[in-house]
């Protein structure tokens, strides 16, 4: 019973150290007037203790709609790909974490042919009904340094 009792809590622990981003948000705004998804929807559940965020953008000039997936356990995700005609590789590696209880953290780096081409920070946090997304670093030689306030 005990046992059960301390995994319980480390469970819950865990669950309670990322925040709370569900919502569906209609109207965003950038800082540096940069095309975004105007939409978004974000769940998130607890799997075996992790919070999981599920993101849905829609541009809703195209009607376009891309559904992301983030498990915040801070672990270093990496995917490849290889072109097999010109035998380009391309590797993205996300690392996704919860620093506090107010922010979620997404790291993200793209290496094209060994060359890094991306190399991104964002920050997600919500405030009442209002998300804020805060992002940095640089892609294809390019200083990156914007925030999306969504409602």
Do not use: H, W
Request: hydrophobic share 35%.
């Amino acid at each position: 019973m005990r046992i059960l009792l301390v995994i319980s809590f480390f469970i819950s622990a865990s669950a309670l150290a990322c925040p709370n981003l569900a919502g569906n948000y209609r109207s965003c705004v950038s800082q540096t007037n940069q095309e975004i998804q105007p939409s978004l929807s974000i769940t998130q559940n607890i799997v075996s203790g992790v919070v999981v965020y599920n993101v849905t953008s829609t541009d809703t000039q195209t009607n376009e709609t891309l559904v992301e997936t983030y498990k915040a356990d801070g672990k270093l995700v990496t995917a490849s790909q290889t072109d097999p005609e010109t035998g380009d590789t391309m590797r993205i590696s996300t690392t996704v974490s919860c620093p506090t209880q107010k922010a979620l953290k997404i790291k993200l780096s793209v290496l094209f042919n060994e060359t890094m081409v991306s190399d991104i920070a964002t920050t997600v946090s919500k405030n009442a009904d209002t998300l804020t997304i805060n992002t940095k670093g640089t892609t294809m030689g390019e200083n990156i340094d914007d925030v999306v306030v969504c409602n």
